[in-house]
C-alpha cells in the first residue's frame, strides 16, 4: 500500500478530506521520530514499538578479501511487532 493510498483509505474512514488525513500522517510520523530520538522508544498502540538500541564495537570481515575490520559501535532503530498483531497476521501453530 502506498502513502496516497492509506491517505485516501484513512480519508474516506474518518470522513475527512485527503488533505486532513495526509496531514495527520505526516504529523503522526513526525512524532514518532521526535519521541525515539528524546526517549529511545515510541510505542504505537496495537501494532508494535519503535526502539533505539546501542551496538556495541565489534570486529567483524570484509566478505571480499577475508581481511579482519572494527566495526565501531553505532545507534540503530528497531521495530518490534506487538505479539497480537503476529499472532493475528502469522498464526501461532497449535500442537
Known amino acids: 500500500m502506498t502513502q496516497t493510498q492509506l491517505v485516501r483509505e484513512l480519508a474516506a474512514h474518518c470522513e475527512v478530506s485527503n488533505k486532513v488525513a495526509k496531514e495527520f500522517l505526516q504529523c503522526y510520523a513526525d ?5 525515539t530520538k528524546k526517549n529511545g ?6 501494532i508494535g ?4 538500541v546501542e551496538r556495541k564495537a565489534r570486529t567483524g570481515r570484509n566478505p571480499a578479501t577475508g581481511e579482519t575490520i572494527k566495526i565501531p559501535a553505532k545507534k540503530v532503530v528497531k521495530f518490534r511487532v506487538a ?7 502469522v498464526p501461532p501453530k497449535r500442537k
Open 49 to 52: 514499538r519503535l526502539v533505539r
Open 31 to 35: 512524532i514518532a521520530i521526535r519521541e
Open 83 to 89: 505479539k497480537s498483531v503476529k499472532d493475528a497476521i
Open 41 to 46: 522508544v515510541f510505542v504505537l498502540p496495537g
